[in-house]
């Protein structure tokens, strides 16, 4: 870390600038400052009219908050994406100058984004803006930690520029985004409902049991799509608004590229890390929630004594096992789950912790660990191959890996589920479920009608 004093902006920029040789080379200089407690959404929403590109992040128990506005430098790799952005994310950090004296969980250089579901499958254009994977450091970072409020600047700066000048444009910058705007409300309602491909779904459920039953398949994992289409634009910052009020327990997450953004309100981490210590959540077996305290009791004791769900959520918890010793010691894995609830929907929950291993990253675990059996099945090679044949669905980075990470050593991902993506005045919902040898199609394809609740209740369905 380097030692400035506080407001000498000038002074680290300079001091990356002189030591540039040639006019090709660049440097990424990152300073972070604490600051007055600052409405994050506000932040988020300030920036509407100046960049197109922003990324929100809360995590479930909402003391902790990532926005950030631009893009000073992305990551983005299409093959081997997992090592090519590990390799990536490790040079820049390794030629960066970094001011920031708290060491605070996401502070210091921060990289936010996420990776496509299958990058083996052909896309489409619908995910156009979203690569394979991307991630993105931010020109401007707001983070709150424990009611604490940090501030931080990336700028990448080359052998012509000028501190000075470079300085005062962050300064004016920094008096725009803290302008104060609030997040303006919007009654956003639905003109046009589509399901896509209906039946056919149900029918490609019927073969994937079918492909169980005469198969060493044990779990298909399949996604649907819902198209929408609105009376007016979509307003991100009115939806992450809703989404807060409403799904306690839960990721929000909002990635704007361009005119689309990939939004949700995700309960499923896949991994978190601070320092050397990891946490990953096994999350799989679903029901609704009940009208009444009994009937909600009744369910969630019907849900922990049902055989099917508990079985798919066994397939997690030992693939989560197996994706995390290798990496790990004193990994630690409760015998029996419990319920975790949301407002929509209850499901099986069981943590899983252990202490990395030296030499290990988060995307050696992420690699490791997607796609989990909740999202893609089990066993996991033919459960891709019955996917990529079957399923008419581009997922992009619908029950992908999301998150973010720091210069600190910490950062966490969860599995982008119960999400849109959002393209101006229409939207593409998705939802999934495991099907194993005995799901019938018709009630898979009413699992998934709950699993679009959450998402369709904010953009103006019924709740």
Known sequence: MIEIKEGQVDV?????????????????????????????????????????????????????????????????????????????????????????????????????????????????????????????????????????????????????????????????????????????????????????????????????????????????????????????????????QKLMDTQPNSYIFAFEKEEDCFIGATPERLVKREKDRLLSTCLAGTAPRGKTLEEDWELSDRLLHDQKNRDEHDFVVQMIKQAMEDYCSDLDVPNEPVIYPLKNLQHLYTPVSGTLKPGYSLFDIIENLHPTPALGGTPRDLSLAFIRENEQLDRGWYGAPIGWLDSNQNGEFAVAIRSALLQEKEASLFAGCGVVKDSKPDEEYEETNIKFLPMLSVLGGQP
């Open 12 to 240: 680290l920029l300079e001091k990356a600038i002189d030591s540039l040789e040639h006019d090709e080379d660049f440097q990424l200089v990152s300073v972070t400052k604490k600051i007055e407690k600052y409405n994050a959404l506000h932040f988020f929403e300030g920036a509407k009219h100046i960049e197109k590109n922003r990324t929100f992040w809360t995590s479930t128990q909402k003391d902790f908050c990532l926005v950030g506005i631009g893009q000073t430098y992305e990551l983005i790799a299409t093959e081997s994406r997992f090592a090519k952005t590990k390799k990536a994310w490790q040079e820049i950090l390794d030629k960066a100058l970094v001011y920031n004296p708290y060491q605070t969980p996401g502070t210091g250089i921060v990289a936010l984004g996420g990776m496509s579901f299958d990058p083996e499958k052909a896309s489409t254009s619908l995910w156009k803006n979203f690569k394979p994977s991307h991630f993105t450091i931010p020109e401007f970072l707001l983070t709150m930690n424990n009611q604490e409020y940090y501030y931080t600047t990336n700028t990448l700066v080359r052998k012509n520029d000028h501190p000075a000048q470079l300085a005062n444009e962050l300064k004016q910058m920094e008096e725009k985004l803290f302008s104060g705007t609030s997040v303006s409300k919007q009654v956003l309602s639905i003109e046009g409902k589509q399901e896509i491909m209906p039946l056919e779904w149900k029918e490609t459920v019927r073969k994937a049991t079918e492909e169980i039953r005469h198969t060493e398949a044990e779990k298909i994992v399949l996604a649907r799509e819902m198209r929408l289409t609105f009376n007016e634009n979509a307003n991100v910052g009115s939806i992450i």
